[in-house]
T-cell receptor, first 112, second 112 residues
Framework: NAGVTQTPKFQVLKTGQSMTLQCAQD?????MSWYRQDPGMGLRLIHY???????DQGEVPNGYNVSRSTTEDFPLRLLSAAPSQTSVYFC???????????FGSGTRLTVV | KQEVTQIPAALSVPEGENLVLNCSFT??????LQWFRQDPGKGLTSLLL?????REQTSGRLNASLDKSSGRSTLYIAASQPGDSATYLC???????????FGKGNQVVVIP
């Protein structure tokens, strides 16, 4: 099992550009989430999904979109990048309420 | 809203001492609680998952306890080693298990 795979690992964007951060898991997990990690702020939930076709907003959803067309994939879209979105982004997945979460290795995004 | 607090934010200990890291959470209606380790510039590695029905969980030199009634969890690391230097994160579910709330972490330095 590859676990949770995030691509790319690093990305530099110009303000106003759009991009998609990819997240894929091969563990047949129903729950998937996106977090951002900023110094002094800790990890904050952006969006999450409890299964294919179901998504919901987390703590800091503005400026981001998600979709869940398959169990395996949960891409995060930045619609119009802003410097405030400079952060490290983590994707995570879990089987269900009785299991813990597995995290990807992260995407370090810089918006200039 | 689940809020997670970790104390102390940072600590340094000499090699061989036992480490005690504290985590408190506000919503005790949790299915489980998870402890992670994060090395600088890296992703999150799951250390221990404690189910709500358990009082503690052990893995090697690591032991985590859970007291739901008081909203507390403690991570013990026995006989600390320089390789234990990292940030330790506590995560508790809020609004079901499909969204995690994180503390800001305990940054640990073990001095050889």
């Amino acid at each position: 099992n590859a676990g949770v795979t995030q691509t790319p690992k690093f990305q530099v964007l110009k303000t106003g550009q759009s991009m998609t951060l990819q997240c894929a898991q091969d563990m047949n997990h129903e729950y998937m989430s996106w977090y951002r990690q900023d110094p002094g702020m800790g990890l904050r939930l952006i969006h999450y999904s409890v299964g294919a076709g179901i998504t919901d907003q987390g703590e800091v959803p503005n400026g981001y979109n998600v979709s869940r067309s398959t169990t395996e994939d949960f891409p995060l879209r930045l619609l119009s990048a802003a410097p405030s979105q400079t952060s490290v982004y983590f994707c995570a997945s879990s089987r269900d309420n009785n299991y813990g979460y597995t995290f990807g290795s992260g995407t370090r995004l810089t918006v200039v | 809203k689940q809020e997670v607090t970790q104390i102390p934010a940072a600590l340094s200990v000499p090699e061989g001492e036992n480490l005690v890291l504290n985590c408190s959470f506000t919503d005790s209606a949790i299915y489980n609680l998870q402890w992670f380790r994060q090395d600088p510039g890296k992703g999150l590695t799951s250390l221990l998952l404690i189910q709500s029905s358990q009082r503690e969980q052990t893995s090697g030199r690591l032991n985590a306890s859970l007291d739901k009634s008081s909203g507390r969890s403690t991570l013990y690391i026995a006989a600390s080693q320089p390789g234990d230097s990292a940030t330790y994160l506590c995560a508790a579910p809020g609004n079901g298990n499909n969204r995690l709330a994180f503390g800001k972490g305990n940054q640990v330095v073990v001095i050889p």
